[in-house]
């Protein structure tokens, strides 16, 4: 069983950044995939970024492509989302999450096996 616990969320202002982290326990011996969802209430949960388990071939969606940039740290069990240029339509709640059965990254949510419990990030204008 792995477990994941965001940290980094928070209120900032339009333009600003943000780095939330993940940092994965238990079965952290096994290679995984990684993502980063967001989600919105009353709307679907909705892909951000993933990576491999070497930290090659990230993957985003198209509204952060070329803002957000996803990395992870294997040896301190982390991973990573460095936010810039943020809007106020980034403003959600993100997940950290693990797909179990893969080394290459995945953006459907029915592929991850493992959440986080969410971190806010709320962006003013």
């Known amino acids: 069983q792995v477990q994941l616990v965001e940290s980094g969320g928070g209120l900032v202002q339009a333009g600003g950044s943000l780095r939330l982290s993940c940092a994965a326990s238990?079965?952290?011996?096994?290679?995984?995939?990684m993502g980063w969802f967001r989600q919105v209430p009353g709307k679907e949960r909705e892909f951000v970024a993933a990576?491999?388990?070497?930290?090659?071939?990230?993957l985003y969606g198209d509204s952060v492509r070329g803002r957000f940039t996803i990395f992870r740290d294997n040896g301190k069990n982390t991973l990573f989302l460095q936010m810039n240029s943020l809007v106020p339509e980034d403003t959600a709640i993100y997940y950290c999450?693990?797909?179990?059965?893969?080394?290459?990254?995945?953006?459907?949510?029915?592929?991850?096996?493992?959440w986080g419990q969410g971190t806010q990030v709320t962006v003013s204008s």
């Open positions: 999450a693990a797909d179990r059965d893969r080394v290459l990254p995945s953006r459907y949510v029915s592929l991850y096996d493992y």
């Open positions: 238990g079965g952290t011996g096994s290679r995984f995939a």
């Open positions: 990576v491999s388990w070497s930290g090659e071939t990230p």
